[in-house]
């Protein structure tokens, strides 16, 4: 897992370090986070690897404790090489936010392998034993949950952008006073 995030660091990217995330870090920029939708867009891929991990635990039979386990490998994998690298500028090596933001990652990434098992054995006992039966039953209402989330976020998206244009033009209006149009060079 911590290879197939380090690949999709790299093919798709962003690429970016996760003292990004984190208000206060030197060098956080909050525009970053909300004008780049491809960097909201890498995290939510990011945090989906340790709970499809989860759910392959899941179905192989595998413990709460196993998918916990490799979700927290994961992430120390991903992490260990920041150890030997310089910090950044103003951070010392023991500085207690690099070391939450370290445990969080941790935590993160086991709490989301364990979700997927949970997931998956929620979907075993809802199907009486059968993950596929499950599936078949909620298909359509998945499909149409999705469908409707999807035509609800366009329409609060175009509704918002549309706000926000004519807002900007109501501004550029009242500082830009309207030019005569009587040409006074005759």
Same mark, same amino acid.
């Given at each position: 897992m911590a290879l197939l995030i380090r690949l999709d660091a790299k093919l798709i990217g962003p690429y970016f370090a996760? $003292?990004?995330?984190?208000? !206060? =870090?030197? !060098?956080?920029? &909050?525009?970053?986070?909300? %004008?780049r939708g491809a960097l909201r867009f890498a995290v939510a891929r990011r945090a989906l690897y340790p709970f499809l991990l989860g759910c392959i635990f899941g179905l192989?039979?595998?413990?709460?404790?196993?998918a916990g386990v490799a979700g !927290?490998? &994961?992430?120390? *994998?991903?992490l260990w090489p920041g150890f030997f690298m310089p910090r950044p500028?103003?951070?010392? %090596? =023991?500085e207690w936010r690099l070391i939450l933001l370290h445990v969080s990652m941790l935590a993160a990434f086991?709490? =989301?392998s364990a979700l997927g098992v949970v997931v998956v054995g929620t979907m075993e006992a809802l199907g009486d034993g059968d993950i596929l039966k499950y599936v078949a039953e909620n298909l359509f209402n998945w499909i149409?949950?999705?469908?409707?989330?999807?035509?609800?976020?366009? =329409?609060?998206?175009?509704?918002? *952008? $549309?706000?926000k244009e004519r807002s900007e033009d109501r501004r550029r209006r009242s500082f830009n006073p309207v030019s005569s149009t009587h040409d006074s060079s005759n």
């Open positions: 996760l $003292s990004e995330l984190v208000p !206060g =870090f030197p !060098g956080f920029d &909050a525009p970053l986070w909300t %004008q192989s039979g595998l413990s709460l404790y196993v !927290g490998m &994961a992430a120390f *994998l991903l500028w103003g951070v010392r %090596q =023991f086991a709490g =989301f149409v949950t999705l469908v409707v989330t999807i035509a609800a976020s366009a =329409f609060t998206k175009g509704l918002f *952008l $549309s706000m």
